[in-house]
């Protein structure tokens, strides 16, 4: 009767922090779920504060500098914007059809080497309709597996003095922080093509001209 008892006892204790784990998971989901919805409201605040002022985040990353559909050309400046604090930096161009313009995002590894992380399409409303990862020959910048990037991207954060209108730079750390779960897939569906392509053509995809956008997640910010 102990040895039954013994074990009937053990296994309610199993099953209670079994219960009690199951719960913290779900409340660590559900307030990283909140936590982006936060974010999200805070990327609608900025597009709506600058559209009352009968502007918008192209229009402010531009710098009053005309729109150029040139990859070639950046803005705010050549260069682009770096946080020299934190090794993060981003540039806005356009290139892509079916597309008014986009940002570049970067890291910089332990070595000091540039990475890429994701690219932020805009609409001309200034509007963000997408997040996508881009093969190496686009940017030059170091390769890194999915994991290094989610654990850079995790991190982001620019200074939003370092542009005289902070709310750009707001902006782009807000989406990393209210899309951190989609651009987290996008890096492993980015892997995994990588992957694919190499066991197809026994061969690294990086220089392959015909291939820009490896991996992306169409976003609808007001329809959430």
């Known amino acids: 009767m102990k040895r039954r008892e013994f074990f009937k006892n053990g296994f309610i204790v199993i099953s209670i ?15 990283a779920s909140n936590l982006a919805k936060d974010y999200k ?35 705010p400046f050549d260069g682009g914007i770096k946080d020299e604090q934190t090794g993060y930096q981003l540039f806005f161009h356009a290139h892509r059809e079916n ?10 590894d332990e070595d000091g080497e540039l990475v890429h992380l994701v690219l932020i399409s805009m609409n001309e ?3 963000l309709t997408g997040l996508s990862t881009v093969n190496r020959w686009v940017t030059g910048d ?6 290094k990037l989610k654990e850079l991207s995790s991190g982001f954060f620019m200074n939003p003095s370092l542009y005289k209108d902070g709310r750009v730079i707001e902006f782009i750390n807000n989406v990393f ?5 989609e651009i987290n897939k996008i890096f492993d569906k980015r892997d995994e093509w990588i992957k694919s392509y190499a066991a197809k053509y026994y061969r690294e995809p990086f220089e392959d001209r015909n291939y ?3 991996s992306e997640k169409k976003i609808n910010l007001f329809n959430h």
């Open 177 to 181: 922080k209210a899309y951190q779960n």
């Open 99 to 108: 597309e008014y313009g986009h940002f570049h995002t970067f890291a910089k």
């Open 41 to 75: 409201t805070k990327i609608v605040g900025i597009i709506k504060s600058l559209k009352e002022e009968g502007s918008n985040l192209v229009s402010k990353i531009m710098n009053g500098k005309k729109y150029e559909f040139d990859p070639s050309v950046h803005y």
């Open 17 to 31: 922090l079994a219960v009690s784990s199951k719960m913290k998971i779900l409340d660590a989901a559900e307030y």
């Open 142 to 147: 170091k390769y890194v597996k999915a994991d």
């Open 212 to 214: 820009e956008i490896l």
């Open 125 to 127: 409303s200034g509007e």
